[in-house]
């Protein structure tokens, strides 16, 4: 096997490991975080894309709609929390058919909104060369996206005092009352912030990754099955674990095919839920 | 002053305190006694508004106190726990931090003063509090509810399950205190001599009620309330 192609194959398989990465750490914050089976993940990810969409068709820079579509899902997200989360704490199939008909909705206002296909955001792609292969910058770039997006969000939770007070409430909401910790607003930023993280993911993936209703799909499942294998310690866990598992499933598609990637990926899943039925971080003594 | 009038409240439609008047004087020590199940924790919960209230009122210097548990914390009530409650995957340093942040307190010097105060926490400032040994918990969550810095602190089965040494000290983080004279404590305790160490007066609790308020001199006296209403 020659170098190139197997640096190539390494560099890919990252930027599929990133992108798994980026689509999944809004989830490990509101199904890994919260306990929140929110299936409508996949649809706030399409609801980031299309306002990173709209708002570069209508003059925005790209960097700007990106922070744009995070804070406006975001507060779509804390919306959401307030009107229906709130209400179904601790009834897990009542949220689970909540935020399923909520993604119904969202994925069938999409299409009746922009059509079930929709053009990209016409970034200029580049490439890079890695001898006889060419890799996408942008696909490389993504890499260094979720380094400095993991690394924000463990500054954020475990650093400032909204993260500490946020992993106490969701910890033990009756306790973190007694000592003053309202856990209802917590809740609401927190969930906001899962959502916020879905939106950033459908923006920054978009010239990758281009809007369509069913953009959601192709992620949502697979960060469930990552953040599901990452166990209680929910962003570290989910770092090995989605790392892992996309990384595994991209290189097996790299040398057979994506189909092929998909099954190893299942399959690595169920083979780490057979040794670690609690996830691979169980036994991990790590605050996050 | 702080006062509980005709306490009644449970869980869902039982009632399990019925009725409970109480009042505890500013640097008092007061230990709430009693039988299991007679109502002493359920009490507590009462009064940081953690059970369902059927009627009655928690107030301090004579304000009525919100029905918020968080509010109610914010005002000034501390609570200890049966069973620490602390969280597990928070460090000892964050568990204490979390406290200070929600009764809008600065945090650094929370933990500070939690560290020089509990120097048997200092090893153990960014282990994981799960980790930590029963007494230790117990002590952090003492020194959790004091970063609140709180008025009147409330103390559920301190000493249960952990070892003596520890207990006692316990006993002398609250001896000292006492000697500040500027918290209220309550402690609901089935360890006497852990009791009778700190407190000077008692509410004996039976059935749900108040059955007698005695000081620490006429309980040590009447051999035949230790034995009837306490099985000592």
Redesign the interface.
């Known amino acids: 096997m020659e170098l190139d192609y197997l640096a190539t194959v390494l560099l890919s398989s990252l930027s599929s490991a990133s992108v798994l990465l980026i689509a999944t750490v809004g989830l490990a914050i509101v199904f890994g975080l919260m306990g929140v089976i929110n299936l409508a993940h996949g649809e706030f990810i399409m609801f980031g894309a299309y306002v990173a969409l709209f708002a570069t068709r209508n003059g925005v820079p790209f960097p700007l709609a990106v922070v744009l579509a995070s804070v406006v899902t975001a507060l779509f997200g804390a919306i959401v929390e307030r009107a229906i989360i709130r209400h179904l704490y601790g009834r897990i199939l009542d949220t689970l058919l909540a935020t399923w008909g909520l993604s119904l909705v969202l994925y069938q206002s999409a299409v009746l909104i922009f059509g079930t296909v929709t053009p990209g955001v016409g970034m200029p792609q580049s490439n890079i060369e890695i001898g006889n292969y060419t890799l996408s910058t942008y696909l490389l770039f993504l890499i260094l996206v979720a380094v400095v997006l993991i690394g924000l969000l463990y500054w954020l939770l475990t650093r400032t ?1 909204y993260g ?2 946020a ?2 409430a969701i ?2 909401p ?10 209802g607003r917590i809740n609401t930023a927190t969930f906001a912030l899962g959502s916020g993280l879905a939106g950033f993911a459908g923006a920054i993936l978009l010239p990758a990754f281009p809007a369509t209703p069913s953009m959601g799909f192709a992620f949502v499942i697979k960060a469930f099955l990552a953040v599901v294998a990452a166990g ?2 929910t962003l570290s866990g989910t770092v090995v674990a989605g790392g892992a598992l996309g990384s595994i499933a991209s290189m097996t598609a790299s040398f057979y095919t994506t189909v092929m990637g998909d099954v190893v990926f299942f399959l690595a899943t169920i083979t780490i839920l057979r040794i670690f039925p609690l996830g691979i971080s169980a036994r991990w ?1 790590l ?2 | 002053m702080f006062e509980i009038t005709d306490a009644t409240g449970g869980y869902g439609k039982t009632r399990i305190i019925r009725s409970v008047s109480m009042s505890v004087k500013t640097g008092e020590v007061v230990a709430l006694l009693g039988r299991n199940g007679v109502g002493k924790t359920t009490l507590l919960k009462y009064i ?1 508004g ?1 059970i369902d209230v059927f009627g009655g009122q928690v107030s301090l210097d004579g304000a009525p106190l919100p029905a ?4 109610r ?2 005002a000034g009530l501390g ?1 200890v ?1 049966q069973g620490r ?1 602390v ?5 000892v340093t ?2 204490i ?3 200070a ?4 307190l600065g ?1 650094k010097e929370a933990v500070e003063r939690a560290l020089a105060n509990f120097p048997i926490l200092r090893d153990k400032a960014e282990a ?1 509090a799960g ?1 930590l040994s029963g007494g230790q918990q117990q002590i952090l969550a003492i020194a ?2 004091l ?2 810095r709180p008025r009147v602190l409330m103390l559920d089965e301190p000493s249960e399950g952990v070892q003596p040494s520890i207990v006692d000290e316990i006993a002398g983080i609250l001896m000292a205190m006492k000697d500040e004279a500027t918290l209220s404590i309550i402690i609901a305790e089935q360890n006497l001599d852990f009791c009778l160490s700190l407190a000077e007066r008692a509410y004996v609790m039976a059935g749900g009620t108040i059955a007698r308020e005695v000081t620490r001199d006429e309980l040590i006296g009447d051999r035949e309330l230790l034995h009837d209403l306490l099985g000592v």
């Open positions: 005092g500490i007070v992993r106490a910890q033990d009756q306790t973190a009352a007694t000592i003053g910790i309202e856990s209680p310690v003594r605050k996050l | 940081m953690l918020s548990t968080a509010r914390a914010r609570y726990p409650y969280f597990p995957r928070l460090t964050e568990n931090a979390a406290a942040i929600g009764c809008g945090r994981l980790s959790r509810a970063a609140t």
